[in-house]
Nanobody, 118 residues
Framework: EVQLVESGGGLVQPGGSLRLSCAAS????????MTWVRQAPGKGLEWVSL????????SYADSVKGRFTISRDNSKNTLYLEMNSLKSEDPAVYYC???????????WGQGTQVTVSS
């Protein structure tokens, strides 16, 4: 059974950092494209970042480029999103997904809330 379980969300001050984790089971991260997607209150799904299978080429939305880093630990079969310099526009529920876009992904985690507030 495929499962994605996110953790690491929380409350952080503007300019602060958080690291989100997504523990995968039932499949191997290394062999799959993985995506982070977020949904802010009252808004639609927004694609954040992608890591490709194998070599792990990464890509980012312009809104997070230079501040967020996607990575994976193959030994732990876990996906990460390191978020630095968090801004007031970053609060959302963050989801990891097995797939490439903001929608249509095969599997989704339950989401983890990120709040940015002073």
């Amino acid at each position: 059974e495929v499962q994605l379980v996110e953790s690491g969300g929380g409350l952080v001050q503007p300019g602060g950092s958080l690291r989100l984790s997504c523990a995968a089971s039932g499949f191997t991260l290394f062999n799959n494209y993985m995506t982070w997607v977020r949904q802010a209150p009252g808004k639609g799904l927004e694609w954040v970042s992608l890591i490709e299978s194998g070599g792990g080429t990464t890509s980012y939305a312009d809104s997070v480029k230079g501040r967020f880093t996607i990575s994976r630990d193959n030994s732990k079969n876990t996906l990460y999103l390191e978020m630095n310099s968090l801004k007031s526009e970053d609060p959302a529920v963050y989801y990891c997904a097995k797939g490439v876009g903001a929608a249509g992904n095969d599997y989704w985690g339950q989401g983890t809330q990120v709040t940015v507030s002073s």
